[in-house]
């Protein structure tokens, strides 16, 4: 055991603090056959006298005595407790001052010393802790405060290097209500500003959670590039490194310290976690960045799982504590954002025309992303999240229309949100976020309700709805966000459809006295059919002469008639798709009207009379109309 002989490190000593070890602990023995035990496990028992060699017993077993009871045994027991002291000491000297100052080195490669120095001689630590429990504290302490300064200048140094790459998405005045001077002029102009679209359209953003067991960001080269992104790739990079160095010290605090790993990790990582926070909390302060706070809660459900499927469940009231930080930020933006929509008036925004609104691009980039970010499931990579517990929680069915979150809580696609903290709140973060999002749908519809009526007439409101809800299903279709959203928007769109053909319609004045008296013939014809008696060969219930002019007035303008509505809905629509649905829509259903109004006037008259040689033939009407309206 002499120093200058032996290193503590050379397999000699370990071999030698064993050997010591056995024979203290039979000395030690306090009955015959534990002697013979300590002594079977010490591998010192020596071949009997006389037998084949395979009769091997103590020296106890052949004197029957206990050898800590012998005048030589207490003696040498004596002796051998000084060496266990003096090797204890030994090895304390070669943990404090030469494994563990190791790791305070600068540019160390603190795993390679953690194998090499500490866990190759784990079994003398073990040896520590029995022959002085105060010495194997001391190392485990030095290893504590030597590591966590450690780890706390890494994050330290790394942190404030990533934030030197944050492109800073989005701002205090960029919502889904722009009313800043410069979002009102790029507006007037028709000019789409990258800033202010960064924070509403997600483009490729979603690709992070493909990414999320990926290696994080290497700083400098990010920073000798003039490399910039989104705070969520910040984030995700220091929460991988943070996940790879927690599963590290975890594993191996749990085999050096065997009986005081898991207080040796929480001591080495409190400040750690207590930076990290810190820096998320001051990045929170002045983020505005919705989408980005979306997905940084969808990557760490992500990195819980990775942890977990680690089977390393330390780092969960971290994570907790990571939502409770992200979530309120999350959902003042949020509520922000309705109150905005609430208060939102055709002066503060700009005015309003038959075109679609610049808010309703807004709003359809800001739900398609949403819904994207929501629909994602992650995967892709070493370490990714895998599918979901339930595949029925996250589907492209889902939407946010009022009642969905609550009518199928099961089904929500925030399913994965509401995992986390879900003690927190009496309603997982995911359904209250599904709730919120549809009493955003509903306020922002009731907001272009607001604008269209601003307009002059209902003519011109039932154009501005078509347009804005035109505008919001295309982008919706565009971005794949298909659910109930889009499908409620689909609804709207229909429906508004349908007024305005039958206000255009209206707006020609020998079509609204035809469409006045097919109605009130049909209605008539009801009543008619509903009495007893009938009318049998009764006279027509309306003035001949009224029916001859409605029948030569449309005769003579049902051309002009067909022009200038395909003239009307050509100025009033700007898409193009939108606008020939409409027209087909429109000139389909003045056909219809005329076939109801001949069908009218062929009951009326057993004998057709003498003007009815001006009907106009359906099939001329229609192959007219196929020059303006295709697929008719």
């Known amino acids: 055991l002499d120093e200058k002989v032996v290193p503590a490190t050379d397999p000699r000593f370990v071999a030698a603090v064993g050997g010591v070890e056995g024979r203290y602990r039979y000395l030690c023995a306090r009955t015959v056959e534990e002697a013979d035990a300590e002594a079977v496990a010490g591998g010192f028992l020596r071949s009997g006298a006389e037998g084949d060699g395979n009769n091997k017993e103590s020296p106890a077993s052949r004197i029957n005595l206990v050898p800590g009871n012998t005048v030589a045994g207490a003696e040498m027991r004596a002796h051998v407790g000084k060496l266990r002291l003096f090797a204890a000491s030994r090895i304390r000297s070669y943990f404090l001052h030469d494994a563990i100052p190791k790791i305070r080195a600068a540019r160390t490669n603190i795993r390679m010393v953690q194998v090499n120095a ?68 790029s507006a007037a102009q028709g000019k789409e500003r990258g800033r202010r679209d960064d924070s509403l359209n997600i483009g490729e953003r979603t690709r992070i959670l493909d990414l999320i067991g990926t290696a994080p960001i290497l700083v400098h080269v990010a920073l ?83 942890m977990h499927s680690r089977q390393v469940h330390v780092l969960d009231p971290f994570f907790d504590r990571v939502t409770m930080l992200l979530w309120p930020r999350h959902k003042m933006l949020l509520d922000s954002q309705v109150r905005a929509i609430r208060a939102a008036d055709a002066d503060r925004l700009g005015g309003v025309e038959l075109h679609p609104h610049y808010i309703s691009r807004r709003y359809a980039e800001f739900i398609s992303s949403v819904l994207l970010i929501l629909y994602r499931t992650g995967g ?156 049998s060969g009764a006279a027509p219930p309306f003035d001949p002469h009224v029916v001859e002019g409605l029948l030569r007035d449309f005769a003579a303008t049902w051309k002009k008639t067909i022009e200038r509505i395909n003239r009307n809905v050509l100025s009033y629509f700007s898409s193009f798709r939108n606008g020939m649905e409409i027209l087909k829509q429109a000139l389909t259903q003045l056909l219809l009207y005329y076939t109801r109004f001949q069908d009218v006037i062929r009951k009326a008259y057993r004998k057709l009379p003498s003007f009815c040689k001006d009907l106009v033939s359906t099939t001329v009407i229609l192959a007219e109309i196929k020059k303006y309206a295709l697929a008719i």
């Open 118 to 185: 500490l866990l190759r001689y784990r079994s003398l630590l073990d040896f520590v802790w029995d022959v002085s429990p105060e010495v194997y504290e001391e190392v485990r302490d030095v290893y504590v405060e030597s590591m966590a300064k450690a780890l706390h200048v890494l994050f330290r140094t790394y942190g404030g290097q990533l934030s030197k790459l944050d492109a800073k998405v989005g701002g205090r005045h960029f919502g889904l209500i722009a009313v800043d001077e410069v979002a009102l002029r």
């Open 224 to 306: 000798a590039e003039g490399e910039k992104y989104p705070y969520e790739m910040v984030f995700r990079s220091i929460m991988k490194h943070l996940m790879d160095s927690a599963t590290n010290e975890y594993k191996f605090t749990s085999n050096f310290f065997r009986h005081s790993g898991k207080d040796a990790f929480t001591a080495i990582f409190s400040r750690t976690l207590s930076l990290v926070l810190e820096q998320l909390e001051t990045y929170l302060f002045s983020c505005y960045d919705f989408l980005g706070l979306l997905l940084m809660m969808k990557l760490n459900h992500g990195h819980r799982r990775i």
């Open 380 to 535: 892709g990579g070493p370490g990714s999240t895998g599918p979901p517990a339930n595949p029925g929680q996250i589907g492209p069915r889902t939407g946010l229309v009022r009642g969905t979150a609550a009518g199928n809580p099961a089904g929500s696609v925030g399913s994965s949100l509401a995992e986390d903290a879900g003690s927190i709140f009496s309603r997982g973060p995911g359904e209250i976020l599904l709730a919120d999002l549809a009493a955003v749908h509903e306020d922002f519809v009731a907001l272009l309700r607001r604008l269209a009526g601003e307009h002059q007439t209902p003519k011109d409101g039932i154009v501005f709805l078509i347009n804005n809800y035109d505008q919001i299903v295309q982008i919706l279709e565009e971005r794949r966000a298909i659910g109930t959203e889009l499908r409620s928007f689909e609804d709207m769109l229909l429906q508004q459809r349908e007024l305005f053909v039958e206000e255009e319609l209206l707006d020609h004045g020998h079509l609204n006295n035809m469409i006045a008296f097919v109605r009130a013939a049909e209605r008539q014809a009801m009543m008619d059919s509903g009495s007893a008696c009938g009318r």
